[in-house]
């Protein structure tokens, strides 16, 4: 660790395209503002599970925003003459800005031909974006934030910390804190409601004097040149209606085809952002409208400007892979559902505008490659890409920009040693990223030395220089090479012993489960061949997700070919895939759509499961009761459990079926309601983040001491090889996989 | 999808009383008719009150509300900004949501609905509508809705950036709508 350094204020570390920027801002977020971080998303992100739940085709609605955000996007530069005519011919004014500077210049000259003095604003990520208020306040004009969240990043001077709750970070009392220090007043200001109408007040007089209001725009409809403007505070209705000026800006993007595309994105847009089932105003606006009331009693004429941005945005629209990002609709899913964006929020995990799993791929496209260097801390635990309503694949997007910066960095900054290794891998990646994306080949070798390997890891010389060299974490113990990986072990076990053949099935030692956890497999071999499963084993293979979660995306792609290959023999002799590690299986069913054709994609897909998952299924299949095979009370530490499965095995929804499979049996399940356990794969190894990881671990290890508060303890069980480490590392104690305790159970019966 | 000749349909009525309340609204139904409109609002109101001209709505509907003491005729920001309650029509309802659509630029219905501390939305039970998409279909309302600047009221204004939920920023503290049947 580098010395406890001075904690560092948000805007000093906005820009993260350096290192030390990342674990200053890194610092100062797990510091401060990691309390209010954590409480504000997760209220956010229970809210969404909810509300999206309550939306019956909630599916079809996602395919249709998809459909039509793809569709609009490929037709952009079209889209946008047909708005320019629309917005003209409707009265307004039409201006489409190639730089952010373009942008703020053409406002600040109509704020300034307009000889405004006040101008009042509404919440826009945008006009963050392209610096706007310090171009209005150079020209003398005062500019007014009125989102409240905007309102109190304005008096810290900070830039925003979450897509739609700028200023998440922010506790009540640090609030209070804040204003009584900038205003000076006696006022009491100690809850939620003085310190709302106190800002009310103050605003309420700048709305009433504003020459001119801005806003962005949630959406555009080409046809009619109409805007959508999402909020709940009736601040941007007030913006855009109470001046007799009025100025949209919003990026090239947010332009749809017509006023009727609108219908998915309403209903979607509230519910994944705050989980309501509308914000409290939706406005959809043909500006100019007719007349604004005036401070006397005669209307006046209203003038609107829609100010288009580019910045970047055509120039993404050309990348195979950041075009994928143009479809978002900011409404901050992707980061509330996050773990570690709930953990240390948008300061940390964001630049200077963007943030969260996103928010890379927005500041990669609107400044530059290396200010996404922050996107470094998505982990790829796939949380979130059911969660957004556009379906964007946001962790293959930062698989992509860490290829990039990993190629950026190398040329940069790359030892000699770096640049071998990089040769001899064929990877453009500095050597942590090598090590922890070929872990197959170090594991390989690994479990061939061991013992002495391990012996030679444990050493504090070896600790030191691994963390020199490699950057893990010498808090850490890098799981233990096995001696007897899993596939020799397995040739020692007896065939089936069932009588009766009651399904057939393959198990893919995954290179985790191979040489670092083989005794997972075997348990699973174990109990499979125990109900009469008729189980093999196919060849070791890196399945790419160790390589994928390093950005080494050819590496990946390669691996992914063979494994396919592997599978797909196993596949055509009528075998299910069995597959023990959830983020190997997640690369099977979710991932490899990315590397293989479709049809051996969906092959893959339909034929592959998790362990507990297939077992589950073939049992209720042929309609057999679980417990007569395992029955919970035989287990030797009892029946009390706590459950946490893996973040992709949540995603590829094979989750629910260890848990119905354990409760089926007798066991008395406490689940855990975290999206991830901190580890995820290779992240909490890293010295980097050791820290953060340990924080995200926290809510983990909270849950459990809570729950066994409530009575005796519980037997910890986790299917993941990494979640299982960082429980362990929390916690203590040791933890089981389901098949672990399933064949314990059938232990005991044989005896 | 219900479109405005349609009869009432009484499951989304219940559905929209429903979510409207969880929204935070306050809700009534009341008689078809200017005088119960006007003694319906004269219950709730006091103060200044400023009153927007119907849209859909025949014109007569609103006769009695203006003869409410406290009527505002003025529509200056000031003066809007000063009343105490607005009363504005809602064309459409929303039954999933909750959510009560005013056409913003029709009389400064925008303002008269924002500005004051309670607005009071008055909405035909017929023109509750099932989803909030339904409003940008062409068939709905004969397609008025696809030329109209409106917004979809959920409850009154709200905030959790001063830390917990506040009912109550910059618009209304209070939404409360009359549906009339
Ligand atoms: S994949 Fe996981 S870590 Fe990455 S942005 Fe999504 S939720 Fe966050
Ligand atoms: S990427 Fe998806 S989930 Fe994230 S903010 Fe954009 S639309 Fe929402």
């Known amino acids: 660790m580098s010395n406890p350094a001075t904690v560092a204020s948000p805007r000093t570390v906005a820009n993260k395209s350096e290192k030390p920027a990342l674990l200053g801002a890194i610092r100062m977020a797990l510091e401060i503002e990691s309390p209010a971080v954590r409480h504000n998303t997760q209220a956010f992100n229970s809210g969404r599970y909810l509300a999206t739940a309550a939306i019956p085709d909630y599916d079809r609605l996602k395919d249709q925003a998809r459909a039509t955000k793809e569709a609009a996007i490929a037709r952009l530069p079209e889209l946008l003459a047909t708005l320019e005519a629309s917005v003209k011919g409707n009265g307004g004014n039409f201006f489409l800005a190639k730089t952010g500077e373009e942008a703020a210049r053409y406002i600040t000259k109509v704020c300034t031909d307009h000889q405004a003095r006040l101008v009042v604003k509404g919440k826009s990520m945008t006009s963050e974006e392209v610096h706007l208020n310090l171009h209005l306040e150079a020209a003398g004009i005062e500019v007014a934030e009125t989102d409240l969240a905007e309102f109190i990043l304005q008096i810290a001077d900070e830039q925003p910390s979450h897509l739609i709750g700028p200023a998440i970070h922010y506790s009540r009392e640090r609030i209070t804190a804040l204003f009584k220090k900038r205003f000076q007043t006696d006022l009491p200001l100690d809850t939620g409601e003085e310190l709302t109408r106190f800002a009310r007040e103050m605003l309420r007089q700048k709305f009433l004097n504003a020459d001119a209001g801005i806003s962005g725009a949630n959406f555009i409809t080409a046809d009619t040149g109409s805007i959508v403007l999402v909020e709940s505070e009736g601040n941007i209705r007030l913006t855009s209606q109470l001046p007799p000026l009025h100025i949209a800006i919003a990026g090239v993007e947010k332009v749809l085809p017509k006023r009727e595309d609108l219908a998915p994105f309403i209903e979607l847009i509230a519910p994944s952002a705050t989980g309501q089932g509308l914000a409290s105003y939706t406005s959809v606006l043909t500006p100019p409208m007719q007349a604004a009331p005036a401070l006397s009693d005669s209307p006046v004429q209203r003038e609107f400007h829609l100010v288009l941005v580019d910045n970047g945005r055509l120039q993404m629209r050309e990348d195979p892979v950041l075009h994928e990002a143009l479809y978002c609709i900011r409404c901050g899913a992707c980061l509330n559902s996050c773990a570690n964006f709930q953990t240390v929020g948008g300061h940390a995990f964001g630049g200077e505008t963007y943030s969260g799993g996103i928010g890379g791929s927005w500041e990669a496209g609107t400044r530059g490659l290396l200010n996404a260097r922050f996107s470094e801390l998505c982990t790829g635990c796939s949380r979130c890409v059911m969660q957004c309503p556009v379906r964007i694949d946001i962790p293959w997007l930062n698989s992509n920009l860490r290829e990039r910066i990993n190629e950026c960095d190398l040329e940069k900054s790359g030892s000699i040693l770096e640049k071998a290794a990089a040769a001899q891998f064929h990877a453009k990646a500095p050597l942590p990223k090598i090590f922890f994306g070929r872990y197959d080949l170090f594991g390989k070798w690994g479990s061939r030395l061991a013992p002495l390997s391990n012996w030679i890891n444990n050493l504090p010389i070896t600790r030191a220089l691994m963390e020199r060299l490699v950057g893990v974490d010498r808090r850490r113990q890098l799981p233990p090479f096995a001696s007897t990986t899993l596939s020799s072990a397995a040739r020692r076990l007896s065939p089936s012993k069932a009588s009766s053949c009651r399904g057939k099935a393959a198990l893919f030692p995954d290179i985790f489960t191979n040489y670092g956890s083989p005794e997972r497999g075997l348990a699973a071999i174990e109990v499979l061949r125990s109900v009469g499963i008729d189980l093999v084993l196919t060849e070791v293979s890196a399945d790419g997700r160790a390589s994928l979660s390093q950005g080494l995306i050819k590496t990946a792609q390669q691996q992914a070919q063979r494994t396919s290959e592997l599978l797909l023999k196993y596949i055509r002799e009528g075998r299910e895939i069995i597959v023990v590690e959830p983020s190997a299986l997640a690369m099977l069913r979710l991932d490899y759509r990315r590397f293989l054709p479709h049809d051996v994609f969906e092959e893959i897909r339909a034929h592959s499961f998790e362990a507990v998952e297939y077992l589950w299924r073939i049992l209720q299949e042929r309609q057999l009761n679980a417990a007569d095979f395992f029955s919970a009370f035989r287990h030797p530490l009892g029946t009390r459990l706590f459950y946490h499965s893996h973040c992709q095995q949540k995603t590829i929804g094979a989750a629910a079926p260890t848990e119905e499979m354990l409760r089926a049996v007798g066991f008395d399940v406490a689940t855990s309601g975290v999206e991830c356990c901190g580890m995820a794969g290779s992240f909490g190894y890293k010295k980097d983040f050791y820290d953060l990881s340990m924080g995200v671990g926290e809510d983990l290890f909270n849950q459990v001491r809570a729950t066994e508060a409530e009575g005796e303890r519980r037997t910890l069980v986790a299917t993941g090889t990494s979640c299982q480490e960082q429980l362990h590392a929390g916690l203590q104690r040791k933890v089981f996989h389901p098949m672990e305790l399933l064949a314990a159970i059938r232990a005991t019966a044989e005896i | ?181």
Do not use: W
Request: aromatic share 4%; proline share 6%.
């Open chain 2, 1 to 181: 999808m219900s479109s405005i000749s349609s009869p009432v349909r009484q499951d989304l009525l219940l559905q929209f009383e429903a979510a409207a309340r969880s929204a935070a609204a306050s809700i009534e139904r009341v008689p078809y008719s200017a005088e119960s409109l006007a003694a319906a609002v004269k219950r709730i109101a006091t103060g200044r009150i400023a009153i927007a001209e119907t849209l859909d709505l025949p014109p007569d509907l609103f006769a009695d509300l203006r003869k409410l003491p406290g009527l505002v005729r003025g529509r200056s920001k000031e003066e809007l900004a000063a009343c105490d309650v607005g009363v504005t029509e809602a064309f459409a309802g929303v039954a999933r949501t909750g959510s009560v659509c005013v056409a913003v630029d029709h009389d400064y219905s925008g303002a008269i609905s924002l500005l004051a501390r309670m607005h009071v939305a008055v909405l035909s039970a017929e023109t509750i509508t099932e989803r909030p998409g339904d409003l940008f279909n062409p068939r709905y309302l004969h397609g008025k809705t696809l030329q109209r600047n409106f917004v979809f009221i959920t409850g009154p204004s709200a905030t959790a950036d001063m830390g917990p939920l506040v009912r109550g920023v910059h618009g209304p503290h209070q939404l409360h709508i009359i549906i009339l049947e």
